[in-house]
């Protein structure tokens, strides 16, 4: 993309960083964010010269006003994320999903030069057992008052909306399902994020209920793909796709041996009970990503460890 004006709510995370980074040579990009979790204030793209930092709350439509003005395309991050983080602040995580995306798209709605809007949801639209889940397959999610799916719940609600937009408004919007991102910068959650600041300082790393859960892990960068192709392509519009790297799929102890194996690191490995609900397999389909945007993710689980490792061992 070049020449466009690209506004990413939530930008100040770890997603919207990377996805800053991507765009701000060759475009203007907004950031709206509270900056609660910011990863960008630190890095020379969060000073670069093409790059405007609102800090705002999409809660708040008149943050969403002012930030939209003038903007070709809108990637829409904002959310409460991470178990844990949810399962604390379950309210809130509704809130600004279902609020803040209404903001959002009812904004957009209003002007007319807006090319894209890509809504973020969430793998755990897919609930407990996922493999090789297709965007159509039925979205079978847990019970009421189990907060794990709150954030499910509420990421399902958001991608109605967009799609009721589209269908109803014509306006051009889309969705991304991601699977389980990792890289590095992450703030926050995340279970290669914890695994490596841990095995670098030699500490033990702990799984939950014996680390047998299954996982497909994808890089950040193959993650940034996904969303630029979603905001070029007309076929895009309309519809959900997963992104993610089904060849990097493990289970949750081994991705811990590989960690510490690649970190060289000392650590042991440790399970400890944990009483939430879990998603114990999630393997995308990526089959529509690949036919309709040409998506294919280039980085392997090794390699992305090795590269994540790298990067927070040269800051630890």
């Known amino acids: 993309m070049e020449g466009k004006h690209i506004l990413i709510t939530g930008g100040a995370g770890f997603i919207g960083t990377h996805l800053v980074q991507a765009l701000c040579e060759h475009n203007r990009v907004r950031v709206l964010d509270t900056m ?55 309210v809130d995580t509704m809130k600004i999903a279902l609020l803040g995306t209404y903001h959002v798209l009812e904004e957009a709605k209003k002007h007319s030069q807006i090319e894209c809007v890509v809504d ?7 609930g407990n057992y996922a493999f090789n889940v297709h965007e159509g397959d039925v979205t079978s999610l847990g019970a009421v008052g189990e907060a794990r799916w709150t954030y499910a719940v509420s990421k399902l609600a958001t991608e109605h909306l967009a ?41 033990t790393l702990e799984v939950h209920n014996g680390g047998n859960q299954i ?9 940034i793909d996904g969303i630029l192709l979603s905001l070029e392509k007309p076929e895009a519009l309309g519809k ?9 799929t493990v289970t949750i102890y081994y991705l811990a041996k ?8 000392s650590s042991e490995i440790s399970s400890i009970h944990w009483p939430e609900q879990d ?10 990503a690949r036919e309709l945007l040409g998506y294919e993710p280039k980085i392997d689980l090794e390699k992305g460890i090795e590269k994540t490792i790298h990067w927070y061992r040269s800051r630890m």
């Open 163 to 203: 799609h009721n937009y589209f269908k109803s408004f014509g306006l051009p919007t889309c969705s991304i399902r991601p699977f389980n991102i990792f890289g590095p910068n992450q703030v926050g959650e995340g279970a290669v994020h914890k695994f490596v600041q841990r095995a670098i300082r030699g500490e």
């Open 215 to 223: 996982r497909s892990w994808c890089y950040i960068t193959d993650i």
């Open 258 to 265: 590989e960690v510490v194996r690649l970190a060289k690191s």
């Open 120 to 126: 973020f949801s969430t793998s755990e639209v897919f």
């Open 240 to 248: 959900a796709f997963n992104i993610g790297n089904p060849q990097n």
């Open 279 to 288: 998603v114990e397999l999630r393997i995308p389909n990526i089959d529509r």
């Open 36 to 90: 609660f979790r910011d990863a960008l204030s630190n890095t020379e793209w969060g000073q670069h010269p093409n790059v405007e930092v609102l800090k705002g709350d999409v809660c708040k439509p008149e943050d969403v006003a002012l930030a939209m003005k003038e903007i070709s395309h809108v990637v829409h991050l904002a959310a409460i994320a991470g178990v844990d983080t949810v399962i604390k602040n379950a």
